[in-house]
């Protein structure tokens, strides 16, 4: 009985760190979040939290990254065994065809989500799926392209949304360059992060290629870069106290800066993966502080 209770704990923990629940929530909260205070701000919170269509499009979205998850790992094993070997021992409790399965289902089920929507939705979701499937295949092996592919595919879910809602505000593409220039620093920490694995299987990523200094200075002109965007959104007073965020998000950039020339190892560098993750959940949270008055 103990032995059972302990393969299911198991397996459970490895559906967990498989599918990524916790990013997967978070995705969630944001989108909802950035309907009800972005991309339709004239809306109540009750009319978009009852509005069939954008609970399909986000479920279908949530099935989509989780899909992606699942087709990334299975390309990544030989690597993640010497990136992340805890996490990939935990996974090899879930048998491989049931993990092809899984990701089968979940793509059907948020194709089929999706079509309750309209059609273009189905045509946008079909090509969401392909696109994560050719960067877990092949994107993510090409220097650069990898890390731009991946940062515009973190960002598809809102544009799913926001295509929906057809937004017209210019804001909103300030918000998007300035995540889409934080989602590319992140792709290429991780890339740091990731090296030995990389090595090992060949994987041609930007710092292999090109060295780590290189990758640094990219990764610095990324941060500074993000002061465009920010500075306006700050200034403006056109996403209201949220502005102090991206104030925050632009002294944030010098620890982080610290924190990357003088790493030399990869736990040196899971610190600035995971501060610029934390000043991202950061932002979700404050995306309330544009319209706080509507709570």
């Known amino acids: 009985m103990r032995r059972s209770l302990k393969r299911i704990a198991l397996k459970s923990f490895a559906v967990f760190s498989l599918l990524r629940l916790q990013n997967i929530s978070l995705i969630i909260l944001a989108q909802y979040l950035c309907a009800a205070f972005i991309f339709a701000p004239q809306r109540s919170i009750a009319q978009i939290l009852l509005d069939t269509n ?3 499009l986000i ?3 949530a099935l989509t990254i989780a899909s992606g998850y699942i087709i990334n790992a299975f390309y990544d094993q030989e690597k993640d065994l010497i990136n992340k070997p805890y996490v990939t021992m ?5 048998p491989q065809r049931h993990k092809i399965s ?16 309209s059609f273009r939705a189905v045509l946008f979701f079909s090509a969401y799926i392909f696109s994560l499937w050719l960067y877990s295949h092949k ?6 392209v990898g890390n731009i592919a991946w940062s515009v595919l973190t960002l ?12 017209t505000d210019a804001h909103i593409w300030l918000h998007a360059s300035f995540l889409f220039l934080v989602f590319w620093a992140l792709a290429m920490i991780k890339d740091l992060r990731n090296l030995p694995g990389d090595l090992s299987q060949n994987y041609a990523t930007w710092p292999l290629v090109h060295g780590v200094s290189s990758a640094k200075y990219w990764i610095s002109g990324l941060l500074i870069a993000t002061w465009m965007p920010a500075t306006w959104l700050w200034t403006s007073g056109a996403v209201g106290l949220m502005g102090y965020y991206f104030l925050f998000s632009m002294v944030a950039v010098f620890p982080l800066l610290w924190i990357i020339w003088r790493a030399q190892s990869a736990p040196a560098y899971q610190k600035a993966y995971n501060l610029l993750k934390l000043v991202i959940a950061l932002g979700v949270f404050s995306i309330v502080l544009m319209h706080w008055n509507v709570l």
Not at 139 to 144: G, S, V
Not at 156 to 167: A, N, V, W
């Open 90 to 94: 935990l996974g090899r409790h879930l």
């Open 54 to 56: 954008v609970i399909f």
């Open 59 to 61: 479920l279908a979205s």
């Open 156 to 167: 598809t879910p809102f544009l799913g949304l926001f295509l929906y809602f057809s937004s």
């Open 139 to 144: 994107l993510k092996r090409i220097p650069l």
């Open 102 to 117: 899984a990701y089968f289902v979940l793509n059907f089920t948020a194709v089929v989500l999706s079509s309750a929507v």
